[in-house]
Nanobody, 123 residues
Framework: VQLQASGGGTVQAGSSIRLSCSTS????????FGWYRQASGKGREYVGG????????YYGEFAKGRFTISRDDPKNTVYLEMTALKPEDTAVYYC?????????????????WGKGTLVTVSS
């Protein structure tokens, strides 16, 4: 499974941005996808995840209410839409995939990782 995140850039605080994660290489319906982020000098943080079936979506506490994860079957793409961005949202954002496990709700279970895309939020 290959993953590629894209859509990052520099935006102003309060604005929105949508990241895309294109997938290839045999994703099946029992897979789940996750978004993570890592700010400079900090550890990796779970943003949220979604099942490929679309029957489950999960968010880290900080992401609830501002971030939305969705997927597009025909395009084999998973999205992360972020609104009301804050400077503390500045990070490299990664997408990941793995066979579904209930632990996805807390960010575990990912076997495949893509290269990240940098989001910089200016104040």
């Amino acid at each position: 499974v290959q993953l590629q995140a894209s859509g990052g850039g520099t935006v102003q605080a309060g604005s929105s941005i949508r990241l895309s994660c294109s997938t290839s290489g045999g994703v099946s319906s029992d897979y789940a996808f996750g978004w993570y982020r890592q700010a400079s000098g900090k550890g990796r943080e779970y943003v949220g995840g979604v099942t490929w079936k679309g029957d489950g979506t999960y968010y880290g506490e900080f992401a609830k209410g501002r971030f939305t994860i969705s997927r597009d079957d025909p395009k084999n793409t998973v999205y992360l839409e972020m609104t009301a961005l804050k400077p503390e949202d500045t990070a490299v954002y990664y997408c990941a995939a793995g066979q579904f496990t209930p632990r996805i709700s807390i960010g575990y279970g990912m076997d495949y990782w893509g290269k990240g895309t940098l989001v910089t939020v200016s104040s």
